[in-house]
């Protein structure tokens, strides 16, 4: 059975960006440490930052925010939009940052209907994050902490997950990879008998139809972060390729992060 996206959703998946997720593909490389001098004030684009407590005024936790403790409630800054996911609806609005001032404008929304508890997650978010927020970062580059207070005196704090940009040192650059149903034995230094993903790239226009195939196909000594191969599964990705600056001596200066599953295939011969 094959599962496809609308045209018009690879024609978006051009131009927007999505969360990548952790790797779980055996022989990932090693993910390198964000440092800093101690002077140095974490930047809000430079991070994921997860919930992980909401109280009111009083102290006591937030009962409708309970659902994004469990879901991974996200907040993650633009260079003008934050978005915020994590809940039903994906949340998205312009801010502004400064002197420990967070200001938020009105918050847009996609419009699913999901689980009750979801949809009183979104609306309790969609309460607290607007207007002007009291703001402090505090810890380590590597595991900074943010606190919101809120106008009604609700206190958010997220944990910060370096975005692959912080970690890597680098801007990525979108492309699309077919990644085929098996794998192929190939070579590797400390792992023997490995097996490797075999990919190729894949070329769109503008309007998000797909281009004559040019490419090969080739195995992949690494692997792509976020990605789980499944046996008999072609798969189509939309992936954030990074130059490493500073890679471990048994690391490639290339990583790959998932962006976006394009396309599944369980019925591919490759």
């Keep these: 059975m094959k599962q496809n996206l609308l045209l018009v959703a690879i024609g978006a998946a051009l131009l927007q960006a999505c969360t990548p997720a952790s790797t779980s593909h055996e022989g990932a490389p090693s993910m390198p440490a964000v440092t800093s001098t101690a002077a140095t004030q974490p930047a809000l684009p430079a991070y994921y930052w997860n919930l992980v407590s909401a109280t009111d005024a ?21 260079e003008r939009q934050l978005n915020i996911s994590g809940g039903c609806n994906g949340q998205f609005g312009g801010y502004s940052y400064k002197d420990g001032v967070l200001q938020v404008q009105s ?13 009183d997650l979104d609306a309790q978010v969609g309460q607290l994050l607007k207007g002007e927020l009291r703001t402090v970062i505090s810890g380590e580059t590597h595991e900074p902490m943010l606190q919101l207070t809120t106008q009604n005196g609700a206190v958010l704090k997220f944990q910060g997950e370096a975005t692959p940009e ?105």
């Excluded at 102290?59 to 996200?74: E, V, Y």
């Excluded at 792509?224 to 046996?231: A, K, T, W």
């Design 107 to 119: 918050l847009a929304s996609t419009l699913m209907a999901c689980d009750k508890s979801l949809m």
């Design 166 to 270: 912080t970690r890597y040192g680098s801007k990525g650059e979108t492309k699309f990879l077919e990644v085929a149903a098996k794998t192929v034995k190939c070579s590797h230094p400390l792992i023997p008998n490995y097996q490797c993903l075999q990919v190729r790239e894949r070329r769109y226009d503008d309007a998000g139809l797909q281009l004559p195939t040019q490419d090969a196909w080739h195995p992949l000594y690494q692997s792509i972060e976020g990605f789980e191969h499944r046996e008999g599964v072609r798969t189509v990705l939309r992936v954030k390729q990074y130059a490493w600056k500073n890679p471990p001596a048994d690391a490639p200066s290339q990583v790959y992060v998932l962006d976006m599953v394009v396309e599944q295939d369980t019925s591919a011969k490759h």
């Design 58 to 78: 009083a102290g006591k936790p937030i009962a409708a925010m309970a659902k994004g403790l469990d879901g991974k409630l996200r907040l993650t800054f633009g």
